[in-house]
């Protein structure tokens, strides 16, 4: 399988235009005097798509992307995209290690984390890390339909082993990402030497549920009634947001922030650097993806049911709102060895921005103890 070396190079064409459109916007009247009563926030929204437009250097950071060694490789006539960060010394041992982005992100979400795990500290684990984009997101292109995490998967077991001769790995991730890692580890355990997931895994079969297990599936019912839009668009009707977000920038950078300010744990501005989310947002532009990043949402209901995990796992509990409370036992209900289940006490939906240090400490304490 041919692994072809790759290099991000956006035309000037798609970047005058981007810019062209964005100092064009034409700002909605806001519920709630913008202030996240009916979604995203407007001074916000402005203060960010001013700054994308005005200030934001596209050039500096695709110069710091490519300076990370990257590839495409085909599996099965569609190609997919992966960034690797070798370790640093290579005179020591490293594990192999993918780390899984969800959704609304992209691959680089993940490169500062995985600059801090290939770099060992005071003699500890170093790690060989693998970034892939799921199939549909930036540069990795959809499997056949239906799109299912489990298909994802596949596509991603075989660009790391016969792509790039990746023999065994451990995985890290949640949301999607960690929805595929948990394929990865049901369809290929001689491959996968264990999962970390600050999501955590759910069992398929929720019958005979204890009182903590019912009332935490019935709150989550409850939440997803008011955050649960973006869902219920992408799973009925995608092709028609997809062609707004497509057309508009802002409209886009609109959909992502309103689920980062809802996940990130504490206050966006103030734990996220607008030039890393601006940087996703413009991956997704630039290729043109975020109609495609949807898909598995819409195939959901073909999906298999989920499967239980057959390899070691590590549970480090995202701090986000819709996961509070989340009852160990249901996880248990579908896990064969849980190493850990650890709540944490500071960190939502993408741990690898919010909480860096802590979320590096986590993965190289759980998959350092591995034999």
């Known amino acids: 399988m041919d692994a072809q070396s790759f290099r991000i190079e956006v035309s000037d064409e798609v970047l005058t ?55 495409s490789v085909d599996v099965g006539g ?84 016969e792509g790039l001769g990746v023999g065994r790995y451990g995985a890290y991730g949640g949301d999607i990402g960690g929805g595929v890692a948990v394929w990865l580890a ?34 989550e019912d409850a939440y997803d009634e008011t955050d649960g839009g973006y869902s219920a668009i992408m799973s009925t009707r995608p092709d028609t947001i997809a062609a707004a977000l497509a057309d508009s920038p802002a409209g886009l950078l609109a959909w992502i922030i309103d689920k980062w300010h809802d996940w990130v744990d504490g206050d966006l501005e103030q734990l996220i650097d607008p030039d890393d989310l601006l940087t996703i947002a413009t991956l997704y532009w630039v290729t043109g993806t975020i109609g495609s990043s949807f898909r598995q949402y819409y195939d959901w209901s073909a999906s298999p049911p989920r499967p239980r995990v057959p390899v070691p796992l590590s549970v480090r509990l995202s701090n986000e709102p819709g996961l509070r409370g989340f009852p160990q036992s249901l996880t248990e209900r579908t896990v064969d060895d849980l190493r850990e289940f650890i709540r944490v006490p500071v960190g939502g939906h993408f741990p690898g921005l919010e909480q860096l240090d802590a979320t590096a400490a986590g993965i190289r304490a759980f998959f350092g103890g591995l034999e």
């Open 186 to 219: 049901h369809d290929h355990p001689e491959a996968v030497i264990g999962l970390q997931m600050f999501h955590p895994p759910f069992p398929a079969d929720l019958a005979d549920l204890s009182a903590e297990e019912q009332a935490f599936v019935e709150g």
């Open 17 to 71: 235009d981007l810019i062209a459109r964005l100092r064009r916007t034409r700002y909605s009247r806001p519920e709630g005097d913008g202030q996240w009563v009916g979604g995203v926030g407007a001074p916000l929204l402005r203060r960010w798509v001013e700054r994308w437009a005005n200030e934001f250097d596209w050039r500096q950071r695709e110069r710091a992307l490519n300076e990370v060694e990257q590839y």
């Open 78 to 161: 569609r190609r997919l995209h992966l960034a690797r960060i070798r370790p640093a010394d290579a005179e020591r041992p490293a594990t192999p290690l993918l780390l899984l982005h969800g959704w609304p992100s992209a691959f680089a979400e993940y490169i500062p984390l995985g600059r801090l795990l290939a770099t060992g500290v005071d003699g500890g684990p170093q790690f060989d890390v693998i970034i892939p984009s799921l199939p549909g997101f930036v540069f990795s292109e959809l499997p056949e339909p239906p799109v299912t995490r489990r298909a994802m998967a596949a596509d991603i077991h075989r660009a790391v082993t």
